[in-house]
């Protein structure tokens, strides 16, 4: 390292370099769309749950404190147990403080949901990365409840809430592939007396759904005209629930990545989850010549999970059709170092919504690839990537801009680059996966200070 370079260092950046023989076994954290979701539904049902194996990171801790601002009794114990005193639907009280959001944009457009059909008024705050993605999406389907939202700019973050008093059942078709609305709508529903309705055209991430029903709350979801139709009456009641949250499937895919593209290595993922609407990086990764074993079948909180085994593989490209973003919106930056290493050149089409994610993720890729030496570029909406089998140049210093996923997908390429890779915060890890850098240790990853 030479001086200028250690006069760039933050506190929290760090170097990636070339790795191979990477090997062992590991636990994958709680997925963090699941464990949002459980702190919420058990806040709400009757009586107590217990959650085991929820994701310790920020992020959660936003839903935690925020689900604690409105009345319900959370315990963290040492044995990575969570006893939630639940309240039951319709009793949230009046926050003293603003709810802050930190880096979430899952927990503040949820907790968005849930507040909007109580007779709630407070503000929802958030980090600088929250306060520029849009909101509207969720607070416009949430007006027809009742509720009232003023928002900074019409758009943004700080936003002035006030509940709906008397909430009135809405049947909403939605205009964008997003889970999070699809959520929003359905917390704000339960405190609803009458029947809400959600249409989905494009099958987003399903597990709110899949928990109202571990949960014992009755939904009827039917399929008609290439169409989905989510429908359940109001103000019912939710049943405790003991449950274990799987491994999360986006996590995994970064040391998943690691483990097809550094050589001569041999790796197993414990415990994943694996859930059609979520399974697009690993559709891809099979279409590529991935070489993964999908084994131990097992049923957690109405999920399927495996446990995966890879090994070092030579990749093909891909064409990856923009009807597959939902099931994988989160994973197109770790699938485009797989595809930089792949055997001719990738295209990855319909990618707007990640314009924006943490950060703007479509120029998040397409900088810390080119300024590693991949040669990629934008057109229209779509990413185009000219593998090398050889791996990249590297060394640059990638700036992740309070982005987790540019920030592990950066290390993982500079683990298959020529020169160490230079990543300026690893703090933003911790949003969604705090064990990250100590398990790719583990396996064998060269990273230092
Ligand atoms: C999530 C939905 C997705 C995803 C996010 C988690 C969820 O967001 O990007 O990380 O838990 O519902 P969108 O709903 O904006 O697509």
Redesign the pocket.
């Known amino acids: 390292m030479n001086q200028d370079q250690k006069n760039n260092m933050s506190s929290s950046s760090l170097f990636s370099s070339k790795s191979s023989d990477l090997s062992g076994e590991i636990i994958i954290p709680g997925d ?2 699941i464990s ?2 459980c702190i919420i539904l058990s806040s709400l049902a009757i009586g107590e749950s217990k959650i085991t194996g929820l994701l310790n990171s920020s992020d959660i801790n936003c839903t935690i404190n925020s689900m604690k601002s409105l009345g319900s009794c959370i315990k963290l114990n040492s044995n990575d147990e969570c006893i939630i005193n639940g309240i039951g639907i319709g009793s949230l009280k009046q926050p003293e403080t603003p709810l802050d959001f930190g880096n979430s ?2 927990a503040a ?2 907790i968005l949901g849930l507040v909007s059909t109580h007779p709630i008024e407070t503000n929802f705050i958030g980090d600088e990365s929250l306060s520029q993605r849009p909101m509207k999406r969720v607070t416009e389907p949430l007006i027809d409840f009742g509720a009232n939202f003023q928002l900074r700019n019409s758009e943004f973050l700080p936003i002035d809430v006030k509940g709906a008093e008397h909430p009135i059942p809405i049947i909403h078709e939605m205009s ?8 929003a709508i359905m917390l704000a529903g339960l405190n609803t007396p009458g029947i809400t309705t959600i249409i989905e055209k494009e099958r ?2 399903d ?2 759904e899949t928990l109202f029903k571990y949960y014992g709350y009755e939904i009827n979801i039917e399929e008609k005209d290439g169409k989905y139709f989510i429908s359940f009456e109001g103000q019912k009641s939710l049943n405790p629930v003991s449950i274990k949250v799987p491994g999360d499937p ?1 996590s995994a895919a970064y040391p998943l990545v690691a483990g097809l593209v550094c050589k001569n290595s041999n790796i197993k993922i414990k415990g994943v989850l694996l859930n059609p609407t979520r399974d697009g990086i690993y559709k891809c990764l099979d279409e590529m010549g991935a070489n993964l074993r999908y084994f131990n079948k097992k049923n957690e909180a109405g999920e399927i999970t495996y446990d995966i085994e890879i090994s070092s593989s030579t990749l093909d490209p891909i064409d990856v059709p923009a009807n597959r973003a ?1 099931s994988m ?2 994973d197109y930056p770790i699938l485009a170092v797989a595809a930089s290493m792949a055997n001719g050149t990738s295209i990855f089409r319909g990618l707007s ?1 990640l314009k ?2 943490e950060s703007d993720r479509l120029l998040g890729i397409y900088n810390f690839l080119s300024k590693n030496g991949v040669n990629t570029s934008i057109e229209d909406n779509n990413l185009i990537i000219h593998g090398n089998v050889s791996g990249p140049k590297g060394g640059a210093l990638i700036e992740t801009n309070l982005d987790h996923r540019i920030a592990m997908s950066s290390i993982i390429l500079g683990m298959v680059s020529d020169k160490p890779i230079k990543v300026d915060d690893t703090e933003t890890i911790k949003t969604s996966f705090p064990n990250f850098i100590k398990l790719m240790k583990k396996l064998g990853a060269k990273l230092s200070v």
């Not at 964008?176 to 959520?183: N, Y």
């Open positions: 963090k769309s949002h979701r944009g899952t457009r949820l964008i592939a997003s889970a999070q609305v699809k959520s987003t991430r597990h709110t986006s939902p919106i989160d919504e924006v994610k």
